[in-house]
């Protein structure tokens, strides 16, 4: 819906985190990743909390975040 009106997504995934990564059942978004993805026109922010499959809950720092960059969560 996003596309269909003009917008320009970005796609931020959850990246898995620990000494074996590959491994690892704690996923997380990173931080310096999600800023990379946000410019001076970003308007929007959809996150999928929890997601799925791995039913990872968005945590405070990623909603203080959001807040300071003054964006809309949907």
């Known amino acids: 819906m996003a596309k269909q009106n003009g917008a320009t997504v970005k796609y931020v995934p959850l990246r898995p985190r620990g000494k074996y990564p590959g491994m690892s059942k704690d996923w997380a978004v990173d931080i310096q990743e999600l800023e990379a993805a946000v410019s001076k026109n970003t308007k929007m922010l959809v996150i999928n909390t929890p ?24």
């Open 51 to 74: 997601n799925n499959p791995f039913g990872k809950v968005c945590i405070k720092v990623i909603m203080v975040w959001i807040r300071a960059y003054r964006l809309l969560l949907v």
